[in-house]
């Protein structure tokens, strides 16, 4: 193989892997380099699903790009013979007049004139009768929304990617970077490779080798946990139009999927994480008392029929900045240098347009998309990271 390309992408996750697809669709010699064999489960991309929403309650400035990315999967879909996208709809519901999250959806929705439902408490538990919630919680449903198959995701791209020439070096470990105005040099294991362009999206493992590009971004990993729980199939199914959900309650945001093929209710807790070094994460769901009780705390509550037995659980990470917006700029001080990092658990499904982003910085020095919210100069990431 080539020591030399047009441009290196070290991680081939799930920003990475999208990055590597757009390059080489172009023509772009292109090497992926990551520390396992994508799709895997060490890093954040893993566990079957994922919503995607576009009227986005973390900030209706990331509407457009959710658009744009739902665009992309749709054409990706038509690319390959993996299941990609299923239109679910998407509910995002809490106590009115208490839930930001829910407030910002609604105000999202409004601003870009997005097909929704505005619903009260009753209308709720009638549409849902797997959902249990008091009179004075309020609800917007989206139904043009849904539900992504990640790991079909990355496991798509790197299939056509391949098939239009990108080389993927897998269990290759990066230890090191060099970069000149010209050109750009990562060191592994297994030998040394040169490039043009340099992509560095490594997830959580960002925040310990960005130093080496001389970046000190505030990037902190947190361990995760999911629960696919045994439920009442007639009413927590996709077949019965059960949809993807948001949650805002007092103790934090969870988030959830319906059951697919009999596969059991999925539900995450958005706010609960310990934090962690990657290397060194817990990977056993359990190993925490409340790995499985905050889940349980929710479902007994809100969605009792779908309590039932935990039928799997899972790790994987996050890896938040301060501010929980992502990092998707060019390096400070070498203009052949793009990074994406720190999505901060709501990021996969807009992978296929942050490598769209990054495929355009990597070949133009520019992109069409507005990515000033993330900006890797903006104040919120002078704090300093614990690990």
Known sequence: ????????????????????????????????????????????????????????????????????????????????????????????????????????????????????????????????PGITVPENFNAIFEPNSGVLFSENCIRAYRELAEAKGAKVLTYTRVEDFEVSQDLVKIQTANGSYTADKLIVSM?????????????????????????FFESDESKYSNATDFPGFMVEVPNGIYYGFPSFGGCGLKIGYHTYGQQIDPDTINREFGAYPEDESNLRNFLGKYMPEANGELKRGAVCMYTKTPDEHFVIDTHPEHSNVFIAAGFSGHGFKFSSVVGEVLSQLATTGKTEHDISLFSINRPALKQKTTI
């Open 203 to 227: 997830g959580a493992w960002n925040s310990k080798l960005l130093s080496k590009l001389n970046l000190d971004i505030p990037l902190q990993p947190y361990r995760q946990v999911v629960g």
């Open 1 to 128: 193989m080539s020591t030399h390309f047009d441009v290196i992408v070290v991680g081939a996750g799930s920003m990475g892997m999208a990055a590597g697809y757009q390059l080489a669709k172009q023509g772009v010699k292109t090497l992926l380099v990551d520390a396992y064999d994508p799709p895997h489960t060490e890093g954040s991309h893993h566990g079957d699903t994922r919503i995607i929403r576009h009227a986005y309650g973390e900030g209706r400035e990331y509407v457009p790009f959710a658009l744009r990315a739902q665009e992309l999967w749709y054409e990706l879909e038509k690319e390959t013979h993996h299941k990609i996208f299923t239109k679910t709809g998407v509910l995002v519901f809490g106590p009115k007049g208490e839930s930001d999250f829910v407030a910002e959806t609604m105000e999202a929705a409004a601003e870009h004139s997005l097909t929704v439902d505005l619903l009260e408490g009753d209308e709720i538990n009638k549409r849902w």
